[in-house]
């Protein structure tokens, strides 16, 4: 999806280990949002910020952190990596153009 | 935002028109109808959005009942790439770049068969 940009695409990790996933847009979006998606579910929300600066939970932010670095920028961190966190991350913008997706399985 | 009820699956035949239901009974009057699909594995696709107008695009049509309190999607002539989840969402704000979260449910699983 142009405009949009997601990283990794895929990352394999061990339990207790950290990784941040990255989002970048360049459309000039104030909002922007992370999902998770799991097999056979709808998308639920993580974490969201509403401009550059700000940051609010959604309806799944256990275990996560985020940060808005700019307003082009925001990343998802996983502190302390958990099985129950593998899972495919979408990261959103303007509520109208998702990222294709980063998948992570922690084993 | 308000909740929304959509059927778990519906079939189709490549050609004919899909009409995808979706319940949104406690939309409030400032809140809009949005609809998305999610090929598989790929991010979720914007189709289109409404307030109280029936509204058409390339893609499809949006018809809002008077009570606004339901909605239909109607992909006109529906291919094998349109096999995918759709899902209906209420919410405040229309514009891309607008400070408002969305919420997703499992949302209609469209099958196109040959």
């Known amino acids: 999806n142009a405009g949009v940009t997601q990283t990794p695409k895929f990352q394999v990790l061990k339990t207790g280990q950290s990784m941040t996933l990255q989002c970048a847009q360049d459309?000039?979006?104030?909002?922007m949002y992370w999902y998770r998606q799991d097999p056979g579910m709808g998308l639920r929300l993580i974490y969201y910020?509403?401009?550059?600066?700000?940051?609010d939970k959604g309806e799944v932010p256990n275990g996560y952190n985020v940060s808005r670095l700019n307003k082009r920028e925001f990343s998802l961190r996983l502190e302390s990596a958990a099985p129950s966190q593998t899972s495919v991350y979408f990261c959103?913008?303007?509520?109208?153009?998702f990222g294709e997706g980063s998948r992570l399985t922690v084993l | 935002d308000a909740k929304t009820t959509q059927p778990p699956s519906m079939d189709c035949a490549e050609g004919r028109a899909a009409n995808l239901p979706c319940n949104h009974s406690?939309?409030?009057?400032?809140?809009?109808v949005y609809w998305y699909r999610q090929i598989h594995s790929q991010g979720p696709q914007y189709i289109i959005h409404?307030?109280?107008n029936n509204e058409t695009n390339e893609m499809a049509s949006l018809i809002i009942t008077e009570d606004r309190k339901s909605s239909t999607l109607i992909l006109p002539h529906a291919t094998l790439r349109d096999t995918a989840v759709y899902y209906c969402?209420?919410?405040?704000?229309?514009?891309?770049?607008?400070?408002?979260?969305?919420?997703f449910g499992k949302g209609t699983l469209l099958t196109v068969n040959p």
């Open positions: 959103a913008t303007g509520e109208l153009f």
């Open positions: 459309m000039n979006h104030n909002s």
């Open positions: 910020s509403a401009s550059e600066g700000t940051t």
């Open positions: 406690t939309i409030s009057g400032n809140e809009y």
């Open positions: 409404g307030l109280k």
């Open positions: 969402i209420v919410r405040v704000g229309h514009s891309g770049g607008s400070n408002y979260k969305l919420t």
